[in-house]
């Protein structure tokens, strides 16, 4: 008996001592920007997006000709017609002004639509990563809670076995507590489980071995939050990356709406030409130059550009209606995460001033009683319950005041 309440004492020390290590959250959260491998993937894509808007503004290549004309179809010979040469020729086809610099538009609105993405990856990664975190903290808590009870349970069996041994406890007595006992180290095992569990996912987010232990800090929560819901929801509207690539992505399809506009306007073409010709017995061909222009006539006779005008007007209305329709959903999550945090506040204000300090009274109250034979053991059993479960909510309360606390930060794109 005394061996294993030894053995439970240290585990109490050990457990405590890994539940308030140093903190190192931040650094978690550092280096799992920097290690995360599809926070890379977007960072290469916004690398390409840089370049792409070099080659999509289009020049094309100077174009050299070289033509043998005017010359009888049953000879070759240059010296008999007058029209016959070789003419050099050099081409150059000049987008219409103010193609190119569309299409770059184009190309650094889908930049900045990547940017947003990443910031909304990275906030989004950090939420995940700091819940993680907290529900490891939370694991370690009940576990210590109960590895206290599980060393104040020793003492009770005990009591109850001195009691017993002098006729005045019933050997059912013992039963139930070691029952209760038996349970709370079962539960040792499914808390050692979780804590793998979510130091695997922490490890996972951080692209490192998953075994790899996560100390957590202390706790600290501040209750004084104000909540103001429009002042909220105004916040989000400024900062939240996902509502400002919605933005940025509307405004991308008017760019592409202006482009198209600006590609049914031909392209033009400048060229400048040198014959050689050839002397025609006695009379003497000079060469000559020339130069000239020319462009397309844009018929467009089955309506692809108004066809892909349209569809830029049409992608623009669906992306503001889902601007609106994500505006919504983050307000609504925004009265549940609110509503939650305001009811997680009074709750662990009552646990920890009200019900606790009254459950613990009542605990005492009833061993003194037991112990001096003037209360039966059904109570006592019932006080001993009771108080673990008021713990364990009390615990749970604080830490769903801080996953609240998380949530609207990400809801919002900025801390409170």
């Known amino acids: 008996m005394k061996s294993r309440k030894i053995m439970l004492s240290i585990l109490l020390i050990f457990s405590s001592f890994l539940l308030f290590a140093d903190g190192n959250l931040e650094q978690l959260l550092d280096q799992a920007m920097e290690a995360n491998p599809e926070i890379s993937a977007v960072e290469f894509q916004i690398k390409a997006l840089t370049e792409k808007e070099i080659f999509v503004q289009k020049l094309m290549d100077p174009m050299i000709a070289i033509e043998y004309s005017n010359v009888p179809y049953d000879t070759w010979k240059l010296d008999e017609n007058p029209m016959s040469g070789i003419q050099l020729k050099l081409m150059q086809t000049i987008p219409f002004p103010g193609k190119n610099s569309k299409r770059k538009a184009v190309v650094e609105s889908e930049g900045q639509i ?33 590895l ?3 060393a104040l349970l020793e003492d ?26 038996e349970k709370l180290l079962d539960d040792l095992d499914d808390f050692d489980q979780k804590e793998r569990e979510i130091q695997a996912a922490l490890n996972s987010v951080l692209n490192r071995n998953v075994k790899t232990f996560i100390s957590t800090e202390e706790l600290k929560l501040d209750l004084n939050i104000e909540i103001d819901f429009d002042e909220l929801l ?4 400024n900062n939240r990356p996902l509502l400002k690539k919605i933005k940025e992505t509307s405004n991308m399809k008017r760019l592409i709406l202006k482009s198209s506009q600006r590609e049914r306007l031909p392209d033009i073409t400048l060229w400048a030409g040198y014959r050689i010709r050839q002397d025609i017995g006695t009379m003497e061909n000079v060469d000559f130059a020339t130069v000239g222009i020319s462009f397309p006539i844009p018929l467009d006779l089955k309506g692809r550009t108004k ?28 009265i549940m995460a609110t ?12 646990y920890n001033l ?26 006592l059993y ?11 909510i009390a615990l749970k309360s604080k830490y769903k005041y801080k996953m609240y606390e998380i949530t609207i930060e990400t809801l919002i794109g900025e801390n409170l």
Not at 339 to 350: A, F, H, M
Not at 362 to 367: A, G, H, R
Not at 382 to 387: D, K, N, R, S, W
């Open 114 to 146: 990547k940017k947003q993405e990443l910031a909304e990856l990275k906030l989004q990664l950090k939420d995940k990563l700091k819940k993680a975190y907290f529900q490891l903290g939370l694991n370690r808590e009940l576990k210590e809670i109960s």
């Open 148 to 150: 206290k009870h599980i």
């Open 156 to 181: 009770l069996i005990e009591t109850i076995i001195n009691k017993y041994e002098i006729g005045k406890s019933a050997q059912s007595d013992i039963l139930r507590m070691t029952l209760m006992k």
């Open 234 to 237: 105004t916040i989000a509207k």
């Open 307 to 334: 066809a892909k005008m349209n569809n830029a007007k049409f992608m623009e209305k669906a992306v503001d209606e889902n601007y609106n329709n994500v505006l919504n959903t983050i307000s609504e999550m925004l």
């Open 339 to 350: 509503s939650g945090l305001e009811r997680q506040q009074s709750k662990i204000i009552n």
């Open 354 to 379: 009200n019900l606790i300090p009254n459950a613990e009274k009542v605990f005492q109250s009833e061993l003194k009683s037991y112990e001096t034979g003037r209360a039966n053991f059904a109570d």
């Open 382 to 392: 019932q006080a001993q319950l009771q108080l673990i479960q008021f713990e364990k």
